[in-house]
């Protein structure tokens, strides 16, 4: 009857690789909208404790309902799905609402929810700062130290980064956390980083 609405520390925004998600193992699958831009793209606005735990699927009852987006089609280009079999954003877009987005739902309803992400994502260009300092998606390696540096640098906080395999085992710039305040508006300093999966050398791919 009464729902107890969970509290939370802070927020994860976390941005993917499309490059290091389409070179797996498993490889990858375009949106119907065709192959996405060679950018960092939303994984996520994840709810997180400040001892590293989260909350997840706060309320079953609170139903993803697409048409609450019809504004923000630019979704389409900077959140989406390339998990195969895809074609899909909605599908991921659901995805997180329900595991995550539910979560902060007593502070960003759905729609504020999705819109102050894509204002986060506006707000910082993670490739236009690695470029400045000369890291390229090229599939060279680079020093882990480096990359969080030149982040560092260009955004003002220390990211989290986090690290996956191409199809040959090598180990990849993957995903980048960064933090955000409880009401989705402005970027914070993380009160505790994500852990570290990377070795000192990265790869980061071309896509
Ligand atoms: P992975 O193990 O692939 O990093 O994460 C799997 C899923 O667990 C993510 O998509 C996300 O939903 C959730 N997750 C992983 N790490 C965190 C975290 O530090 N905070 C939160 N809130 N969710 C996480
Ligand atoms: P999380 O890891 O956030 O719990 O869950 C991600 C879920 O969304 C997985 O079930 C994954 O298959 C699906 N998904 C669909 N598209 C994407 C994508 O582009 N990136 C990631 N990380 N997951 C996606």
């Not at 990858?28 to 909208?33: G, H, L, N, V």
């Not at 955000?180 to 000192?200: D, F």
Request: glycine share 6%; net charge neutral; charged share 20%.
């Amino acid at each position: 009857i009464l729902c107890v609405s969970q509290s939370f520390d802070f927020f994860y925004f976390v941005q993917q690789w499309p490059g290091s998600i389409c070179d797996t193992k498993r490889s990858c699958c375009y949106p119907k909208a065709g192959k996405p831009a060679a950018n960092f793209s939303i994984h996520g606005l994840w709810p997180n404790y400040n001892n590293r735990s989260w909350p997840s699927f706060c309320n079953r009852e609170s139903l993803f309902d697409h048409s609450k987006l019809s504004d923000l089609s630019r979704m389409q280009t900077t959140w989406p799905s390339l998990i195969c079999p895809s074609g899909n954003n909605s599908k991921f877009w659901k995805h997180e609402w329900d595991k995550h987005g539910t979560c902060s739902e007593f502070v960003l309803d759905q729609h504020q929810y999705f819109e102050e992400t894509l204002n986060i994502k506006d707000r910082v260009d993670l490739l236009q700062i690695l470029q400045n300092e000369g890291i390229q998606p090229d599939g060279r390696n680079y020093s882990i130290g480096s990359i969080e540096e030149a982040l560092r640098r260009g955004i003002g906080f220390a990211p989290g980064i986090k690290c996956n395999k191409d199809a040959s085992g090598n180990g990849q710039l993957h995903e980048i956390y960064l933090c955000v305040e409880k009401t989705g508006s402005k970027l914070i300093e993380c009160p505790v980083l994500p852990r570290r999966n990377c070795a000192q050398h990265v790869e980061f791919p071309a896509f």
